[in-house]
């Protein structure tokens, strides 16, 4: 067997000569440097993909020297079948045995499960097209491999490729090292056009936070989202809580808008938490309750916000509450807006001690979260005219939170212990 190898070895040696002697000869033509390189790499995909199937042939032989056994006796040898596969290099073909068991009926080809080839494309080639399709619109990401890779394959393979590894949701990894010190938790929604129409998308960012630099920034950020209800996108944002080490944090602090479903997470899974009313949206309700007193563009408007958005920074919401309660026994709102701006007030007044948690070190909006609902979602999922099924939409989703979280390997080793 070993001289047989050698044998094979000597053959490509002597057959990858003969292109490079071809290759050389042509490169006296090449009329530009860019056409030197353009012509260099062809060759060595031309060449890797000769030394890729003999090698791969001979190990195929040489594993197939040992007969698998069925039913307490050796399997019978069917036939001999081609195979051809897309491989980063290019089509490969190889030949395996077909074996058949005469006890029971079974078949099988062993070296394929070595082989890990699964449909028409080898896996690396399915993990570079789940990458870019993880980022970029399929028919975008066709035309990047084709252009990068010189990889040409059908939207309806790209499709089942994804389908196959972004099947699954895995259970997050650690994030290298925990979060020992303060870790913040934002939530957030946005949207995204499925099959069944729009539907909210919910969102969750972790990132520690130095409350000790004068000018902290976001660090080792991580994401969840799904589109299931409240209660069900407890359960993934609890895992990344427990992945990030939120339960062994020496603080947590929870920002978020006014949904009373992010309060009611935030409560139930982290009830010891900072909860911190994102600044900008608060600002958002004055604005809109500041537009009745005096009007949508007037210059007066703008001053009174600008008074209220002064003393909501120095921790006056109490004040603010009762100045616009006041106001709306006396200014015409339909809509109630006054009202509900000073109830919204009421609600949040923990969540509005901006003094204390600056003092703190603690952000006070929800930038990071709204970011990855862009950044997450957006990208991906709301260009135009793109409409998604539920499994479709899933599967990129699982493939780009691996990506964005930095957890890209897990599940390659996932897929491989299930080939």
């Known amino acids: 067997m070993v001289a047989q190898f050698a044998d094979e070895r000597e053959r490509v040696a002597q057959a990858v000569l003969r292109e490079f002697d071809g290759l050389w000869g042509g490169l006296t033509e090449a009329e530009s440097g860019q056409e030197v390189e353009s012509r260099v790499l062809a060759w060595t995909r031309q060449v890797g993909r000769v030394v890729l199937g003999a090698v791969l042939q001979a190990k195929i032989e040489a594993r197939e020297r040992e007969v698998p056994n069925c039913c307490g006796q050796p399997m019978w040898e069917h036939s001999r079948q081609l195979r051809t596969v897309l491989t980063m290099l290019g089509p490969v073909t190889v030949r395996r045995r077909y074996y058949c068991c005469r006890g029971c009926g079974q078949h099988l080809m062993p070296v394929d499960a070595w082989l890990g080839w699964r449909g028409g494309f080898s896996f690396p080639v399915e993990e570079l097209v789940a990458w870019e399709c993880s980022a970029l619109p399929y028919r975008e990401a066709l035309e990047s491999l084709k252009k990068l890779a010189g990889l040409e394959l059908s939207l309806h393979a790209a499709e089942d490729i994804v389908a196959r590894w972004g099947g699954q949701e895995l259970q997050p990894a650690p994030y290298g090292e925990r979060v020992k010190d303060s870790l913040v938790v934002e939530i957030d929604g946005t949207t995204a056009h499925l099959e069944d129409g729009w539907r909210e998308v919910k969102v969750g960012t972790f990132f520690s936070w130095d409350r000790t630099n004068p000018q902290p920034k976001p660090e080792a950020v991580s994401y969840v989202a799904d589109w299931r209800s409240a209660a069900e996108f ?13 339960p062994t944090a020496r603080e947590v602090a929870a920002i978020g808008d006014g949904a009373p479903w992010i309060w009611e997470m935030a409560n139930t899974l982290f009830p010891r938490a900072v909860e911190i009313l994102d600044w900008y949206h608060a600002c958002e309700h004055l604005w809109e309750a500041a537009k009745v007193v005096h009007g949508e563009k007037s210059p007066e408007t703008t001053m009174l916000v600008e008074r209220w958005k002064g003393a909501l920074w120095e921790g ?22 006054l009202r509900k701006t000073a109830d919204y007030l009421q609600t949040h007044q923990h969540r509005l001690r901006y003094p204390q948690f600056r003092a703190a070190g603690w952000p006070i ?17 709301k260009r135009k005219s793109t409409r998604w099924t539920k499994l479709g939409a899933r599967a990129v989703l699982h493939l780009r939170l691996d990506r964005l979280n ?12 299930a080939a």
């Open 234 to 246: 407890a359960e993934p944002l609890w895992r990344e809580a427990l992945a990030r080490g939120a």
């Open 316 to 337: 006056h919401s109490e004040g603010l509450e009762e100045e616009i309660r006041e106001l709306a026994r006396t200014v015409r709102d339909p809509e109630k807006v």
């Open 406 to 417: 930095g957890r890209w390997e897990n599940r390659i080793q996932h897929l491989r212990l």
């Open 365 to 381: 909006g929800s930038g990071v979260v709204e970011g990855g609902c862009k950044h997450v979602i957006g990208l991906r999922f």
